[in-house]
């Protein structure tokens, strides 16, 4: 039997012809403004995310009032899940959670019964175990918002209304900041005071044009809920918050306690804001116990309801200062707050505000508030005028209005066709009782007209006046202080200057001074052996490997390391490890690749230069202070393979004055040292011109000395004709001379 093939079937609706990376770019744009306006980026007038304002929403919604009981938290994040934000529950009530949590909150918003974490970093009990009602600060923000202060949107579903904003009674966003990562840009607003930022809006009422500066003379900086002590510089801080980027220093806030006998304690009783206390004494912990922290003795948790963590010092004769500064360093105990206030305005465009615009912003909406609560009860009040209206008319006319509602078969249009009243008049007439008929509730009506009609005419002359309106905004704003209260609005953050302590300088001052060998090998394993090593023969090393560098140093000195791709490492002599085995791999110490060699190792000596040279004939001089960097990446210091970095002296004990310079093609040139730049970084200048090759080799020479070199088999030659090679820096030379050693090196490697 034949079988036929049917034909394809036509292509469906769904199926769009265009290019992949047109679909890909259009959806991942739509994601990306998705997760910024609907996620990660707050508003600037309430400062609140959509998942913060839908949980404030479905507990007033709940009628979860501060006079009202606390209900369980799984209730207020089923409804807020449910009715408003289509997300799982954890991201619901971990929201929730920090919004109760009075560490992470200047002004929280949700009073939370039950385990909602500590400071340590322990997580919230599960939702089903804990319960929450709202604040007073929460009901500042949603206060008017059924007197159509603020618009409203269809949620999810369309089966009912949730608020785009709240109506905010205080700046919010800066009272407890935000922190969030979107797509591209990200958000990290610091809290605040409250009532510094009051008063700061209270001076932008009076003077619009306040410069930043005149605003911080309320808003002195950040207000974290854990306090601390802030080190950052006015100047910096005024920059910040003209720019709305920058940084906030900001430390643990500590006191010195006497023990008796010249031996103290340190208490450290507010840490820096984020910052988990648990892993503070971890860390502090490991400083010690790696021997990073030389003045620090030991660490205690000795916390209850507050905090305090007990430092002991190494030794009495540790100043408190000093060991504070050196930690400050070392550890979270002091930590820099990133300050981009990035926030979405109220047109829900994206966009960095300075101190003076958030503020603005604020205001603007606070005004519109005003206007729409207005224009709310002035509608409410003209509704009731109207009725009140249609009850005097009956009053005045009772016994008629007696006989149609008796004998009339329709006395509702009767009522309005003989007294030309509305619909709603005439239901008002019909559904008064008739004990309301008295002439008490006559002269009861015609006071609430009077009273009303008072209140209507204020409203109007209030919707008609600029400055009116701002006046009322001012005044709900010292409304809103005063009910926030002393406690709340009393400033926890102090300032103060850090001290200028050399810490290193008292860190080295407790390392015994004692002579040392740094043994570097060829594969990079590197230690310390105490003492001078007098015959380096007698050293060991693994299978395979052999001496590289042997440096004599001591335990308070530095070793600069020069890698081949221009960067320098440094490491503290006096933690190197011990000699009694093969030492450790170098590349453990710092972030060294496996495919980068080392040029030279030696010891920092205070005021002393190097003249630091590349392959290519590019080199400049580089104080060797320039070259220091405790940091595992190093720091780069020459753009280009590195060759040499040559000493030559220090301004008191004398410096070399020329460079001889050698090419691979074997021409030699000597030039003085002063055309060389001085320079931190960078490339350099050309040292010498080649048209094929590159440089071989440097050295720098005092001019009485002479040039010397040392061939293969050590022997040193001094050449007193160095002369007839001297010319200007960057051009090409001449041919070495007889006897030059083979090697093109002024020394052997």
Not at 350 to 355: C, D, F, I, K
Not at 529 to 541: N, T
Not at 543 to 569: C, H, N, Q, W, Y
Not at 591 to 598: C, E, K, S, T
């Amino acid at each position: 039997m034949a079988t036929t093939t049917a034909p394809p079937p036509p292509p469906g609706d769904r199926i769009i012809d265009e290019p992949l990376t047109e679909a890909l770019s259009r959806r991942y744009l739509a994601y990306a403004l998705s997760v910024i306006t609907d996620r990660a980026l707050p508003d600037v007038r309430d400062g609140l995310k959509p998942v913060q304002r839908r949980v404030l929403y479905a507990m007033r919604e709940m009628r979860l009032n501060p006079e009202n009981a606390a209900r369980k938290c799984a209730k207020v994040v089923g409804e807020v899940m449910g009715g408003y934000h289509p997300h799982g529950d954890q991201s619901i009530y971990d929201t929730l959670v920090r919004m109760a949590q009075a560490f992470a909150q200047r002004y929280p918003l949700v009073d939370g019964q039950g385990n909602f974490g500590n400071i340590d970093g322990d997580n919230a009990a599960a939702m089903r175990y804990t319960e929450a009602k709202l604040t007073t600060a929460a009901m500042l923000l949603l206060d008017g918002i059924e007197e159509d202060a603020v618009d409203f949107k269809p949620t999810y579903d369309g089966s009912d209304d949730e608020p785009v904003v709240l109506p905010a009674g205080f700046p919010n966003l800066l009272a407890n900041g935000s922190t969030g990562i979107a797509v591209g840009m990200a958000t990290s607003i610091p809290p605040h005071n409250a009532a510094e930022l009051i008063d700061a809006c209270l001076l932008l009422l009076e003077n619009r044009d306040a410069s930043t500066e005149e605003l911080m003379a309320h808003v002195q900086g950040p207000d974290f809920p854990t306090g601390g002590v802030i080190v950052e510089p006015r100047a910096s801080l005024l920059d910040t918050y003209e720019t709305g980027r920058g940084g906030v220093r900001v430390r643990a806030r500590w006191t010195r306690e006497d023990l008796g006998k010249g031996t103290y304690q340190i208490v450290v009783t507010e840490v820096p804001y984020q910052v988990k206390k648990a892993d503070l004494v971890e860390q502090l912990a490991l400083l010690i116990e790696n021997k990073k922290a030389p003045l620090l003795g030991d660490v205690r948790d000795e916390s209850a309801e507050d905090v305090r963590l007990v430092l002991e010092p190494k030794s009495r004769n540790v100043e408190a200062e000093v060991l504070m500064e050196s930690l400050f360093k070392l550890s979270d105990l002091e930590t820099r707050f990133s300050v981009n206030l990035n926030v979405l305005d109220a047109r829900g465009t994206p966009g960095v505000m300075s101190l003076k615009q958030a503020l603005r912003a604020f205001l603007d909406h606070r005004r519109e508030v005003l206007v729409r609560r207005a224009q709310h009860r002035l509608g409410k009040i003209e509704a009731r005028l109207h009725i009140l209206d249609g009850l005097m008319i009956a009053y005045l006319n009772l016994d008629e209005v007696i006989r149609i509602v008796r004998y009339e078969e329709e006395p509702k249009a009767k009522l309005i066709e003989t007294f030309a009243l509305s619909d709603l008049q005439a239901d008002a007439i019909l559904n008064t009782r008739l004990r309301q008929l008295a002439r008490l509730e006559e002269m009861e009506i015609r006071r609430e007209h009077a009273e009303l009609s008072e209140e209507r005419d204020g409203i109007v002359g209030l919707l008609g006046s600029d400055r009116r309106q701002w006046r009322l905004v001012g005044e709900g704003l010292r409304h809103t202080k005063d009910q926030l209260g002393a406690a709340l609005n009393a400033r926890r953050s102090a300032f103060a200057d850090a001290p200028q302590i050399d810490t290193e300088a008292a860190l080295e001052a407790m390392i015994v001074r004692e002579p040392i060998t740094v043994i570097l090998s060829d594969r990079g394993w590197i230690r310390a052996a105490k003492g001078r090593v007098e015959d380096p023969s007698e050293l060991k090393f693994k299978e395979g490997d052999k001496l590289a560098f042997l440096v004599p140093a001591e335990t308070t000195d530095k070793l600069l390391i020069f890698a081949s791709d221009g960067r320098f490492f440094t490491l503290a002599c006096d933690k190197l490890p011990g000699a009694r085995g093969h030492g450790e791999p170098l590349r453990l110490m710092i972030d060294l690749d496996d495919r980068v060699g080392l040029v030279d190792v030696f010891v920092h000596r205070p005021g002393a230069r190097r003249v630091i040279a590349s392959k290519e004939g590019y080199g400049f001089i580089l104080p060797e202070a320039e070259a220091i960097a405790f940091r595992r990446a190093g720091k780069q210091v020459l753009n280009g393979a590195a060759l040499v970095a040559l000493p030559i002296g220090t301004k008191e004990v004398g410096e070399s004055d020329h460079l001889a310079v050698i090419g691979d093609n074997g021409k030699l040139l000597v030039f003085p040292l002063d055309e060389l730049p001085e320079m931190p970084r960078g490339k350099g200048v050309k040292l010498q011109s080649y048209r094929e090759g590159a440089l071989r080799d440097a050295t720098a020479f005092r001019a009485e000395a002479g040039l010397a070199t040392v061939d293969a088999s050590g022997r040193t030659r001094i050449w007193d004709d160095w002369r007839d090679w001297l010319g200007r820096r960057s051009s090409a030379g001449k041919l070495a001379p007889k006897g030059f050693p083979a090697s093109k090196r002024f020394r052997p490697r």
